[in-house]
């Protein structure tokens, strides 16, 4: 053990200063604006859109195992709860498509970036807006029978 | 705004009105505390008063342990970038006035690099990031003559992105670096963009090549908190969209 035997003779290294740091160092939830919330906006829309197809590629495939389990799986599709669920993913898809748009613009018009902010608003007013057309249709044709 | 003055104190001629505020600052010492925990001080202060003064009237009259870093006080060092109501700001360049005073305060430091004491974080990786796309002139022996000439209009196409004093906010907001403190970040782009659009600079490929890096510009997610906190109102997202082109392009 010569490490031991040294350490009689030799000052003791220094140990490295004690800063521990903390295990939640974040804090408050950053205030940031436009710019911030259209990108949470897009990756959870982004992320959501994701999940649908991977569902909805494995249910299609189901037809080749079972067209009856197919058949099944897809009335589901009639009820109102997945009516409303399409509700959900038409916003979904509306805005991360329009905020795409969006984000292109930043990427490659000159201006893009000087505008980002005018251009979130215009993206969210072209949502409401198909959301308005699409909304009162589609609550006809799941609760009008 | 004002309040009435205290009665024991002298009547001058002219008093100046103070107000309180109260300031909610996220403490921690690494040698006690296993987590930050949030302490509020009431401070009395003037019109004209920054928050930088208040954390000062705090350190000086109430509590000496309270840590943070500060140097120039007017902008210029970098030095004291931190969170002040939930946005990366300079305490110095931030006056009370303009914030809400009728609730807290609330001050914390800035998020994303390792946090030593109170308002201090580790600067390290962040100017090691700085160091990484080469932050300096890179040119040969001058061709004909004794100057590197410039036109006007040469020099203004970086001139934004000369006013950076290395202070953090932007990295330091940007929710791609606090989850991946790898990624360059846009402080360390803005340096970059600085020299690449600089016509009497030839280094422009190397600093591109660093910025192609799975760390470099394409992790940018453009949400534009890092131009939204530059205390020198640099084009932040701008500049790198130009690096991104650049680099598309494969020249400046
Ligand atoms: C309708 C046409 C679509 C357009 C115009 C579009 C546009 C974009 C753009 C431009 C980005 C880059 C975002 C950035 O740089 O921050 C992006 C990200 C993304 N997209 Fe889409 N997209 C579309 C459809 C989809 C679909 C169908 C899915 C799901 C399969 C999807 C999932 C995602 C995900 C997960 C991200 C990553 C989000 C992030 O990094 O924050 N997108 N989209
Ligand atoms: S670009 Fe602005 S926010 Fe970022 S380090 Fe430089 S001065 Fe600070
Ligand atoms: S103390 Fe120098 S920038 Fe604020």
């Known amino acids: 053990m010569p490490e031991k035997s040294a350490s009689n003779l030799v000052a003791e290294p220094q140990s490295p200063p004690k800063i521990r740091s903390p295990k939640r160092p974040a804090g408050t939830l950053y205030r940031g604006k436009e710019g911030m919330w259209s990108w949470v906006l897009h990756r959870i829309t982004g992320v959501a859109i994701y999940f649908f197809l991977l569902v909805h590629i494995l249910d299609t495939a189901l037809v080749r195992v079972s067209p009856e389990a197919y058949n099944a799986v897809i009335n589901t599709y009639k009820t109102p709860i997945m009516g409303l669920g399409e509700i959900a993913l038409v916003a979904a898809i509306v805005f991360h498509a329009l905020n795409g748009l969006r984000i292109i613009l930043i990427d490659f018009w000159a201006f893009g970036a000087k505008h980002q902010r005018t251009m979130f608003w215009v993206v969210i007013g072209l949502w409401v807006v198909l959301l308005a057309a699409f909304i009162p249709r589609q609550l006809m044709h799941v609760f009008g029978g | ?252």
């Open chain 2, 1 to 252: 705004m004002s309040t009435a003055v205290a009665d024991n104190k002298p009547a001058a001629a002219e008093v100046v009105p103070t107000f309180t505020a109260t300031l909610m600052i996220r403490r921690f010492n690494p040698e006690v505390d296993e987590e930050p925990r949030w302490e509020d001080f009431d401070v009395e202060l003037y019109e004209t008063d920054r928050v930088l003064d208040a954390l000062h009237k705090i350190k000086w009259e109430q509590d000496g342990s309270l840590t943070f870093r500060r140097s120039c006080a007017h902008g210029i060092c970098g030095s004291d970038a931190m969170r002040i109501n939930g946005r990366n700001r300079l305490a110095c360049k931030t006056l009370i006035k303009d914030l809400d005073i009728s609730k807290p305060i609330y001050v914390e430091a800035i998020k994303g690099l390792p946090l030593e004491k109170d308002l201090i974080v580790d600067m390290e990786p962040f100017f090691d990031s700085f160091k990484e796309v080469n932050p300096f002139l890179m040119a040969g022996p001058v061709k004909g003559g004794k100057e590197r000439k410039q036109s006007p209009v040469e020099r203004a196409r970086f001139d934004d992105t000369t006013k950076c004093i290395l202070c953090a906010a932007c990295t330091s907001s940007c929710p791609v670096f606090w989850t991946d403190g790898q990624y360059f970040g846009p402080a360390a782009i803005v340096n970059a963009h600085r020299f690449i659009f600089d016509s009497r600079d030839e280094g422009a490929g190397v600093r591109l090549d660093i910025l192609n890096d799975k760390e470099g510009v394409w992790r940018c997610r453009t949400t534009f908190n890092c131009t939204d906190a530059c205390p020198r109102g640099i084009q932040v997202t701008q500049a790198i969209a130009e690096v991104k082109q650049a680099i598309i392009k494969g020249k400046p």
